[in-house]
């Protein structure tokens, strides 16, 4: 067995919707989740993208609470489980961006801007880490047309990378997330959010010197936003 994306792409097992279109005066823009360039699976231990951001930006220095930096590795396998999409669906302007996700509590519905919903599950099978038995967490590193570097998405948190800890909508074995950009050009101006999202652990108590994070599977989920050509 080797580690999966349940179920069978493009879709979700609770809501999916690929695509939205909405209109700007007489032009036609769509958000989409396309699948040709999201929801794909990525290496153990994190892309390039991903390892040289949570270096840059953790293990070098210290934290800014406790005086302690970080150590990121790459786990020694592959998951056996799964990552199930529950929820996966693009928001276009002036629509309720937000609710239910399969999983965790609700997201708040945006209505001014577009963006995505995106829920996810996790389920161990063998010898998998657990959410009853390891110490788990999301790291998710996202870029976007909106920032010029690619930055971990944490909440604002200075504690810790972990996107659970700083974000009350994910846990041990779940995630969800509703990246929305609301300002007034965000309808009428191109917009794309690629995130990087890996499942890890905390090996290392967090009163050590250092405190070591392995890093296992991950996947790349996003969405774009763009005017119709007629």
């Not at 937000?98 to 001014?112: A, C, E, H, K, N």
Request: aromatic residues 14%; hydrophobic residues 35%.
């Amino acid at each position: 067995m080797a580690f999966s994306i349940i179920p069978t792409q493009p879709g979700a097992t609770f809501r999916y919707q690929q695509e939205s279109t909405y209109f700007v005066g007489r032009s036609e823009w769509k958000t989409e989740v396309s699948n040709d360039v999201w929801l794909r699976q990525l290496p153990r231990g994190g892309t390039l993208r991903f390892t040289a951001t949570v270096n840059l930006l953790w293990a070098p220095r210290a934290n800014l609470t406790g005086g302690r930096g970080w150590i990121f590795q790459r786990a020694n396998r592959d998951l056996e489980g799964s990552f199930e999409i529950t929820t996966y669906y693009a928001c276009a302007f002036r629509e309720p961006c937000g609710g239910q996700t399969g999983v965790g509590p609700d997201i708040d519905f945006l209505t001014s801007g577009v963006g995505a919903v995106f829920g996810l599950k996790y389920h161990p099978v063998g010898s998998d880490p657990t959410p009853e038995n390891n110490n788990l967490h999301w790291i998710q590193v996202v870029s976007s047309n909106r920032t010029r570097l690619s930055f971990v998405d944490n909440g604002k948190n200075f504690e810790d990378p972990y996107y659970d800890t700083g974000v009350s909508v994910a846990g041990k074995d779940f995630f969800s997330d509703r990246p929305y950009f609301f300002s007034r050009s965000s309808p009428v101006t191109s917009n794309f959010f690629t995130a990087d999202l890996y499942l890890v652990e905390e090996v290392a108590s967090p009163k050590a010197s250092v405190r070591q994070v392995i890093v296992y599977n991950g996947i790349q989920w996003g969405w774009r936003s763009n005017q119709l050509q007629r």
